[in-house]
């Protein structure tokens, strides 16, 4: 018998199996799809290796949450480029989204407005962002449900800065208005983006905290791995794999009954027994297998973000190398027309593996991922030759609008393929292919989020349809949060088994 059976090997499901392993736990991945990864996967073609979803690593340095994971298992940092920042491309202007915070503050004066009206937007922001970054890396925990984690926020965000909470009731939009700024049409066309791009929501909708770090999500550091995503799990794996942990692929969970210390999880290859269980994908899927109480208690949230999924579309393009010349950066976030909504190209995402990142692409050649966000409905109910046609336009549209940043692009690519929700369904088996957990909302984040844990002893949640949300460092944060409570538990039903538990371990922080 396991001690941890962790069902799904996305970026949540992964980072808590190792974490849990590296602290003496045995556990198991059990993972559908034949690799793991899930949204933040790879796939290979013709020499080149595609990021499927995710390109980008967030707050993988030292000190950074993903730091502080790859720390905690004893893992060395990841060998990529770090991205000095990102273009983004308005309508009328290119601002560049520098990393560097004095660059970055210099940028926006000038590209955005200097008037008292906007320092004053922007130090709130700075500053709403700097404290929950900051809480973030700590470990602060929401939902709060018990008075430790009452305490443990307080120590998080600091007593000084507790009356920040008040933001817990704003939006963006808020925000914009307060300063007299929610019709300056650059900023909100900056902000909406970079809002879509990070928490799925529009900035009247978007919370302000959950905006203010996705905003600032260049600042705490982005890199892309050598090799992208598959050099990433390359490196991942094989660190688990030391530390003892067992990964099974191809290997789809169908039910798990049972209660805590003895869960059987059934799966296309058969019965595994686990004394606790990690869900690590949508929670959509964790209340068709999981055990019927936990399925119950998901209902309600179910019910109540059934309409704030969304989904995506990418193109891969494996192109030679002359045809994304010109460029400083790698990375661009791309507004076609400020009055029109984002999404379906109108906003996009272009992504190019660094020169010489010859495990991304053939010498002579680079590996190129644009995505851009979609509504699901627009992709159900299609016939074959309905689903063909919208893919090959929305695959040259999409390649069409790129060209303002790499005008030959695509021109002689040697792969040129496209993704959207029907593929992630596929692959990842996330309901109708929505990626990128739920549009944040005032209604369904932070106090309102689904939780780790459902009052069902041994049975816990992570991922990005969990608290805090999307992205890979919110999942690592998950991971962090639910591994703290994995152990915990493990402790305290079964004390002898886990003394050899080193001090100062997770199980201690939650303690
Ligand atoms: C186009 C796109 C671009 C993105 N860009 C970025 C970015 O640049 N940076 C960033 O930080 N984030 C980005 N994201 C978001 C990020 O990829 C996701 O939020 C994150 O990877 C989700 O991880 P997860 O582990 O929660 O879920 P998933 O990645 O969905 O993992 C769940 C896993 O569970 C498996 N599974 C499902 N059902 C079963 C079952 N029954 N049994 C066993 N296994 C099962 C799936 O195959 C999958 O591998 C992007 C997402 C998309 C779609």
């Given at each position: 018998m396991d001690d941890v059976a962790i069902i799904g090997g996305g970026i949540a499901g992964m980072a808590t199996a190792a974490r849990l392993q590296s602290q003496g736990l045995s556990t198991i991945v059990l993972e559908a799809h034949g690799q793991p990864g899930g949204c933040a996967g790879f796939y290979r073609r013709q020499g080149f290796s595609f990021d499927v979803g995710a390109t980008t690593l967030v707050d993988f340095e030292p000190g950074g949450v993903g730091g502080e994971l790859l720390r905690s298992i004893g893992m060395s940092p990841v060998a990529g480029e770090v991205l000095p920042g990102y273009v983004a491309w308005l309508p009328d202007r290119r601002v560049t989204l520098y990393r560097d915070s004095q660059l970055w503050q210099a940028e926006r004066a000038k590209m955005l407005g200097d008037t008292p009206a906007h320092r004053q937007f922007w130090r709130r922001l700075d500053h709403i962002a700097g404290v929950f970054w900051r809480a973030s890396r700590r470990g602060v925990r929401l939902p709060l449900r018990t008075p430790t984690d009452i305490a443990r926020a307080v120590r998080s965000v600091g007593l000084a800065n507790l009356p920040l909470s008040r933001y817990l009731n704003w939006t963006m939009g808020d925000a914009l208005r307060a300063h007299g700024l929610r019709d300056d049409q650059a900023l909100v066309g900056l902000l909406a983006m970079l809002v879509e791009d990070t928490v799925h929501s529009t900035v009247d909708e978007a919370p302000l905290i959950n905006a203010a770090l996705g905003i600032t999500i260049r600042g705490s550091g982005l890199m892309r791995a050598e090799g992208g995503m598959r050099g990433f799990w390359r490196s991942f794996v094989d660190h688990y794999r030391r530390l003892g942990g067992h990964l099974r692929v191809g290997c789809p969970v169908r039910r798990v009954t049972g209660r805590e210390g003895e869960f059987l999880v059934e799966t296309r290859r058969g019965t595994i027994q686990a004394r606790q269980i990690v869900s690590a994908v949508p929670v959509e899927l964790t209340s068709r297998l999981a055990p019927g109480e936990v399925s119950r208690r998901l209902q309600p949230y179910l019910s109540r973000d059934a309409d704030a999924g969304g989904g995506a579309v990418v193109v891969f393009l494996g192109v030679p190398e002359e045809e994304v010349d010109?460029?400083?950066?790698t990375h661009h976030q791309l507004v076609q027309q400020y009055d029109a909504p984002l999404g379906n190209g109108n906003n996009m995402f272009i992504s190019v593996s660094a020169a010489g990142d010859t495990a991304s692409a053939p010498g002579g050649y680079r590996a190129v991922m644009i995505s851009t966000h979609c509504e699901l409905a627009r992709w159900q109910g299609l016939s074959p030759e309905e689903y063909d046609c919208l893919k090959v336009e929305i695959g040259t549209r999409l390649i069409a609008l790129a060209r303002r940043v790499y005008p030959r692009l695509g021109t002689a690519a040697k792969v040129c393929e496209v993704g959207t929700p029907r593929t992630y369904e596929r692959f990842t088996h996330r309901p109708q292919g929505a990626v990128g957990g739920v549009r944040q909302m005032l209604s369904n984040s932070n106090q309102k989020a689904i939780p780790h844990e459902l009052g069902v002893p041994g049975f816990w949640l992570a991922g990005d349809t969990t608290w805090p949300g999307l992205g890979t460092v919110a999942c690592v944060l998950g991971s962090r949060l639910v591994a703290e409570r994995v152990l915990h538990r493990a402790r305290r039903w079964s004390p002898a088994s886990r003394q050899e538990l080193p001090s100062g371990s997770l199980g201690d922080a939650y303690a």
């Amino acid at each position: 018998m396991d001690d941890v059976a962790i069902i799904g090997g996305g970026i949540a499901g992964m980072a808590t199996a190792a974490r849990l392993q590296s602290q003496g736990l045995s556990t198991i991945v059990l993972e559908a799809h034949g690799q793991p990864g899930g949204c933040a996967g790879f796939y290979r073609r013709q020499g080149f290796s595609f990021d499927v979803g995710a390109t980008t690593l967030v707050d993988f340095e030292p000190g950074g949450v993903g730091g502080e994971l790859l720390r905690s298992i004893g893992m060395s940092p990841v060998a990529g480029e770090v991205l000095p920042g990102y273009v983004a491309w308005l309508p009328d202007r290119r601002v560049t989204l520098y990393r560097d915070s004095q660059l970055w503050q210099a940028e926006r004066a000038k590209m955005l407005g200097d008037t008292p009206a906007h320092r004053q937007f922007w130090r709130r922001l700075d500053h709403i962002a700097g404290v929950f970054w900051r809480a973030s890396r700590r470990g602060v925990r929401l939902p709060l449900r018990t008075p430790t984690d009452i305490a443990r926020a307080v120590r998080s965000v600091g007593l000084a800065n507790l009356p920040l909470s008040r933001y817990l009731n704003w939006t963006m939009g808020d925000a914009l208005r307060a300063h007299g700024l929610r019709d300056d049409q650059a900023l909100v066309g900056l902000l909406a983006m970079l809002v879509e791009d990070t928490v799925h929501s529009t900035v009247d909708e978007a919370p302000l905290i959950n905006a203010a770090l996705g905003i600032t999500i260049r600042g705490s550091g982005l890199m892309r791995a050598e090799g992208g995503m598959r050099g990433f799990w390359r490196s991942f794996v094989d660190h688990y794999r030391r530390l003892g942990g067992h990964l099974r692929v191809g290997c789809p969970v169908r039910r798990v009954t049972g209660r805590e210390g003895e869960f059987l999880v059934e799966t296309r290859r058969g019965t595994i027994q686990a004394r606790q269980i990690v869900s690590a994908v949508p929670v959509e899927l964790t209340s068709r297998l999981a055990p019927g109480e936990v399925s119950r208690r998901l209902q309600p949230y179910l019910s109540r973000d059934a309409d704030a999924g969304g989904g995506a579309v990418v193109v891969f393009l494996g192109v030679p190398e002359e045809e994304v010349d010109g460029q400083e950066f790698t990375h661009h976030q791309l507004v076609q027309q400020y009055d029109a909504p984002l999404g379906n190209g109108n906003n996009m995402f272009i992504s190019v593996s660094a020169a010489g990142d010859t495990a991304s692409a053939p010498g002579g050649y680079r590996a190129v991922m644009i995505s851009t966000h979609c509504e699901l409905a627009r992709w159900q109910g299609l016939s074959p030759e309905e689903y063909d046609c919208l893919k090959v336009e929305i695959g040259t549209r999409l390649i069409a609008l790129a060209r303002r940043v790499y005008p030959r692009l695509g021109t002689a690519a040697k792969v040129c393929e496209v993704g959207t929700p029907r593929t992630y369904e596929r692959f990842t088996h996330r309901p109708q292919g929505a990626v990128g957990g739920v549009r944040q909302m005032l209604s369904n984040s932070n106090q309102k989020a689904i939780p780790h844990e459902l009052g069902v002893p041994g049975f816990w949640l992570a991922g990005d349809t969990t608290w805090p949300g999307l992205g890979t460092v919110a999942c690592v944060l998950g991971s962090r949060l639910v591994a703290e409570r994995v152990l915990h538990r493990a402790r305290r039903w079964s004390p002898a088994s886990r003394q050899e538990l080193p001090s100062g371990s997770l199980g201690d922080a939650y303690a």
